[in-house]
């Protein structure tokens, strides 16, 4: 019920956000995007005994407001960016791992698949040149999601253990980045964001590296 209840907080917001967004906008002020890439997981298995670099495939959304500032101030080439993303890895192979207390060793697989909302700034520098590097912040929660846990013993035979979990972390996002604006309406950006969640920093943050095309209103 309490993660439940904080899904549909953050759809609020995000939505009302969203709309306040919209009924801003001025032209060239809007920009949507869309990207995709690969992330570097930092994952435990179902249990939190075991933790493993793996590399996922990565899509992502973006909703961007530039704020109307004067040139040649701060706030110049600031935006504020409402992004989600979806982070996943299918049949991933943890190897050899505890099968809960009864200390048998067995090799096991899971699907993973990581959903992320953020809200966040970003900082465009060189902001009338074609290539502008950029700083971001995002602020937001994350929900981890491990489906079809399938375990082998040492022989290859499957154990009849059926695992499913899932929970939902805040999470802060700092990222650092490129954007080349082939013209005034449309831009290819390359990020490196680092997704830190929080309670378990250790156990589940992720680094991503996602390609995405913006187009301006």
Known sequence: ????????????????????????????????????????????????QQNKTAIHFDVGFD?????????STFCDSLFLELGFDMIFSSNYDFGATQVLSSGNTGNFKEDIKYYSGLFGLRKEFMNHAKIRPFVGLGLGVSYIQITNASFTDALGNPLNIDISNSSLNFEVAPSVGLAYYISHKLAVDVT??????????????????????KYVF
């Open 1 to 48: 019920m309490k993660t439940f209840s904080l899904i549909n907080m953050f759809v609020i917001i995000s939505l009302l956000m969203l709309t306040t967004m919209v009924s801003e906008v001025k032209a060239s002020n809007a920009m949507v995007g869309f990207s995709g890439g690969i992330a570097l997981g930092f994952d435990s298995d179902f249990n939190n």
């Open 63 to 71: 909703a961007i407001y530039k704020f109307p500032c004067n040139k």
């Open 192 to 213: 490196a964001r680092l997704h830190l969640l929080i309670p378990n920093l250790l156990n589940n943050s992720y680094i991503e590296f996602p390609i995405g095309l």
